[in-house]
């Protein structure tokens, strides 16, 4: 059975204090994951290491680094390496987030690159795969998601790939209040499926978990969860307030 997840994305937010009092918020609220569900909380660089400490112990509970960079290492001042992520046991991180592609100029070769380098180094990618306004307008978000699919994922191998996280995001409602139905959702994330069982097969497929990363609030997590093809959802605003992530964890399926 593939996994659940909620995943909360901080971006660039919270001082460490903030950020250690909401975990605090959250873990001291009543929520009861089970084997087959995920928390994952990608949080700035400087407080991987503190709040990855604060977190041992807690089932299902992990940290995720927002990046990583392609290359091993060299004279890249400012980036951070898969390798140090994995020298601190860091087990996931998010590799092609919208705002990366629009504001850093990343392609999909270059995520090809970040996928390979995680894989090298031992790191659970959550990989962004998703459409701007225009194209969604024009109605090209099939074959636009499947091009990134395809160029950034298509040379790993089956076993790669199975138990893979994927996160659907509609770029046009990430942080404009505009959210995809739960029917939008549920259409392409049965589609991304059907991308990757026509290259690897069923099982792979069905294997990989595929989260909705469009302003996902307390208010319509349980409905576009309840989809049969959405596996969880990839959270921006709502993960840094307690009360709302709380709600969102529970509203896994």
Request: aromatic share 8%; charged share 20%.
């Amino acid at each position: 059975m593939r996994k659940q997840i909620a995943a909360a994305n901080w971006k660039m937010n919270l001082t460490l204090e903030q950020g250690e009092i909401l975990i605090d918020e959250l873990l001291n609220a009543p929520h009861d994951l089970t084997e087959d569900q995920l928390t994952i909380f990608a949080i700035p660089f400087p407080y991987l290491i503190t709040i990855k400490n604060k977190l041992a112990g807690k089932n299902n509970i992990f940290v995720a680094a927002q990046n990583c960079y392609n290359k091993k290492s060299g004279a890249y001042t400012g980036e951070v390496s898969a390798e140090m992520l994995n020298s601190i046991h860091v087990q996931y991180v998010i590799i092609g987030h919208s705002e990366r592609r629009e504001y850093f100029n990343e392609t999909n070769a270059i995520l090809a690159e970040k996928v390979n380098i995680c894989f090298e180094n031992e790191l659970k990618a959550i990989f962004c795969c998703g459409e701007p306004l225009a194209i969604r307008e024009a109605g090209a978000q099939n074959s636009f998601v499947e091009t990134q699919l395809k160029e950034s994922l298509f040379h790993l191998t089956a076993a790669q790939l199975t138990g893979f996280i994927i996160a659907y995001e509609p770029i046009w409602a990430i942080g404009t209040g505009k959210t995809a139905s739960s029917d939008q959702a549920q259409e392409m994330h049965a589609h991304i499926r059907s991308v990757m069982a026509k290259q690897y097969g069923a099982e792979v497929a069905d294997s990989i978990s595929i989260l909705y990363g469009g302003s996902v609030k307390a208010n319509n997590a349980k409905e576009i969860f309840g989809k049969p093809d959405v596996d969880g959802g990839l959270v921006g605003g709502a993960s840094l307030i307690a009360t709302e992530f709380t709600a969102i964890m529970g509203s896994l399926k």
